[in-house]
């Protein structure tokens, strides 16, 4: 799963990514963005070019069965207080096949002295 994040989202190479590591069918949760690799193979390499200073910052990787979860901070420019982000990958025969996301942005003040992370 790290494999498939740094190449598609911090080597910026999403083909590349889809090509290796998305299964024949790809499930997509997010209401925003249809299923399927090709998809995947369009959407996201222009959503990257339309955030040269997009980073990433994983914070922790979770395993159970047939699921992997990733939570990291993403920013989109050096001054974005980042948004928390959780994603839900389920992985058949070594391949991503489904994928849901939560993400939440990260406030200016909070009531509590708590990280997002």
């Given at each position: 799963?790290?494999?498939?994040?740094?190449?598609?989202?911090?080597?910026?190479?999403?083909?590349?990514?889809?090509?290796?590591?998305?299964?024949?069918?790809?499930?997509?949760?997010?209401?925003?963005?249809?299923?399927?690799?090709?998809?995947?193979?369009?959407?996201?390499?222009?959503?990257?070019?339309?955030?040269?200073?997009?980073?990433?910052?994983?914070?922790?990787?979770?395993?159970?069965?047939?699921?992997?979860?990733?939570?990291?901070?993403?920013?989109?420019?050096r001054n974005d207080r980042g948004t928390a982000i959780v994603d839900i990958f389920r992985v058949e025969g070594g391949r991503v096949v489904e994928?849901?996301?939560?993400?939440?942005?990260?406030?200016?003040?909070?009531?509590?002295?708590?990280?997002?992370?």
């Amino acid at each position: 799963m790290l494999a498939f994040f740094e190449t598609a989202f911090i080597k910026r190479d999403p083909v590349t990514a889809a090509d290796r590591y998305l299964g024949s069918s790809y499930t997509q949760h997010n209401p925003g963005i249809p299923d399927g690799p090709e998809v995947f193979k369009q959407i996201i390499p222009q959503w990257l070019s339309s955030v040269p200073e997009l980073t990433f910052d994983i914070k922790r990787v979770i395993t159970e069965g047939d699921l992997v979860v990733l939570h990291y901070l993403m920013k989109t420019s050096r001054n974005d207080r980042g948004t928390a982000i959780v994603d839900i990958f389920r992985v058949e025969g070594g391949r991503v096949v489904e994928h849901w996301d939560v993400l939440q942005p990260v406030p200016a003040e909070s009531p509590n002295s708590n990280t997002m992370f």
